[in-house]
């Protein structure tokens, strides 16, 4: 109980700094975009206060809906610590979501899916290929990948914004991009 309140406490504090360090309003409010090509959909979720996450999922209504957990083959192309574009490739469990209308990884930092092949670090993403499969089968887009161009997603006209400050993704953002995984 203590820590419950030793935490509202710092929400509150932070949320009194931010106003009276002449933040706009909306600083630490959590900002939400969603891309959907087919059945898949990407979201990303960011605030002020907040690292951008990014979350990957598959609608029932694709090829793979009714299995019981799916994997997405994520290739990244970024520029890495030296200027130079690399690419990186990483296979990802996502469950079902609990509502019923898909799959969705957690919320992921890009540590969480991008392996830096170099050591040299990162300084930003140019694309996102996903392929999705479940045993023998794929749905790969026809063999194209489902391609997510990061300025694409952040100009989605697809969004929401919830006014709860907080380091994680709060519930309604997730109820949001839920909501967008079943249409």
């Given at each position: 109980?203590k820590?419950?309140?030793l935490?509202?406490?710092l929400?509150?504090?932070?949320?009194?700094v931010?106003?009276?360090?002449?933040?706009p309003?909306?600083?630490?409010?959590?900002?939400?975009h969603?891309l959907s090509?087919?059945?898949?959909?990407?979201?990303t979720?960011?605030?002020?206060i907040?690292d951008?996450?990014?979350?990957?999922?598959?609608k029932?209504?694709?090829?793979?809906?009714?299995?019981?957990?799916?994997?997405?083959?994520?290739?990244?192309?970024y520029?890495?610590?030296d200027?130079n574009?690399?690419?990186?490739e990483?296979?990802l469990?996502?469950?079902?979501?609990?509502?019923?209308t898909g799959f969705?990884?957690?919320?992921?930092?890009?540590?969480?899916?991008?392996t830096?092949?170099?050591?040299?670090?990162?300084?930003g993403?140019?694309r996102?290929?996903?392929?999705?499969?479940s045993g023998?089968?794929?749905d790969?887009n026809y063999g194209?990948n489902?391609?997510i161009?990061?300025?694409e997603?952040a100009?989605?006209?697809?969004?929401f914004?919830?006014q709860?400050?907080?380091y994680?993704?709060?519930i309604?953002c997730?109820?949001?991009?839920?909501?967008q995984?079943?249409?």
């Amino acid at each position: 109980m203590k820590k419950l309140a030793l935490i509202a406490g710092l929400v509150v504090f932070s949320a009194g700094v931010l106003k009276a360090s002449n933040y706009p309003a909306d600083y630490s409010y959590q900002k939400v975009h969603v891309l959907s090509k087919g059945p898949m959909l990407a979201a990303t979720v960011g605030s002020g206060i907040m690292d951008q996450k990014l979350i990957i999922g598959y609608k029932k209504s694709g090829i793979l809906g009714a299995f019981d957990k799916i994997f997405a083959v994520v290739k990244v192309t970024y520029y890495g610590g030296d200027g130079n574009m690399k690419v990186s490739e990483r296979v990802l469990e996502i469950q079902k979501d609990w509502h019923g209308t898909g799959f969705l990884t957690p919320a992921m930092i890009h540590q969480d899916y991008i392996t830096i092949v170099d050591g040299l670090g990162f300084r930003g993403i140019q694309r996102i290929e996903l392929a999705f499969f479940s045993g023998s089968q794929w749905d790969s887009n026809y063999g194209a990948n489902y391609v997510i161009d990061p300025n694409e997603l952040a100009a989605s006209n697809i969004q929401f914004v919830s006014q709860e400050a907080s380091y994680e993704v709060s519930i309604p953002c997730w109820n949001f991009i839920t909501s967008q995984l079943g249409k």
